[in-house]
């Protein structure tokens, strides 16, 4: 009786030895199986970067994706953003005017290179791009975000978009190694015009992520075909310093 009982537990003991060794072997198989897509430079200059990345929000996107630098500039001159204001600033300021997110300059150096990228990316891939330069009173000004195409829809997301910086950190209030932050507040909106050539239109970001993260859902062929597209981008050009 005894004897029956230590090999009835002692076959439990080894049934639960190997379903742990089976599951470990899967989680091993399974990271084995998905690598992180290598990153790839398309552009650098400066602190102006564009780059293709890993997605962690998609698998299925449409790349490559064939857009022309003409194309891609159209579709960034129809970004609109603006502050976000809450009521009582809104009833002493008015609603924040609606500017262009992407200044001509920009279009000119981000155009060529998104367009270059996504004609490389992979349906695991994005795109990621970071401008910035120094303004005319010393400070640093940036717009940083990220591109994809999921069949119909081109996907922009944005987490700054000219957002103004010190010179330096303010040491009375951050450390030394930290990197230099806002004057303002950051908090923006916005979105694509026509409107209705907007699919959707979303806001937040990661959790526990301090960036604020705002995306547009463009139906980008649609909207093409009715854009006037503005010629002259097809080659590729160097931006100029920006002016105020």
Known sequence: MNGSSHSVHSHNQWSV?????????TVITSCAS????????IYESGLNT??????????????????????????????????????????FSGQADRTRAFRDEEIILLAPALSKALAQATPTQRI?????????????????????????ILSLSVSEVHDQHSPGPDISKYDRQMPNVPERSAAFDVTFE?????????????????DQREELQ???????????IQPGLDQDRKIKPSQP
């Open 194 to 210: 026509p409107e209705e050539y907007l699919a959707k239109v979303s806001s937040g970001g990661r959790l526990f992520a301090p």
């Open 34 to 41: 998905q690598p992180l897509a290598p990153q790839k430079t």
């Open 128 to 152: 990621y791009f970071h401008l910035s330069h120094t303004t005319d009173q010393g400070e640093e000004e940036t717009t940083t975000g990220w591109l994809a195409v999921r069949g119909t």
């Open 218 to 228: 463009i139906l980008y062929r649609e909207a093409l075909s009715a854009m006037p």
């Open 50 to 91: 564009v780059r293709v990345e890993g997605d962690p929000d998609s698998t299925s996107n449409t790349h490559p994706t064939a857009l022309t630098p003409t194309e891609v500039g159209t579709l960034l001159r129809g970004v609109r953003s603006w502050e976000r204001r809450n009521v009582i600033h809104e009833l």
């Open 17 to 25: 030895r190997a379903l742990f060794i089976l599951i470990g072997l």
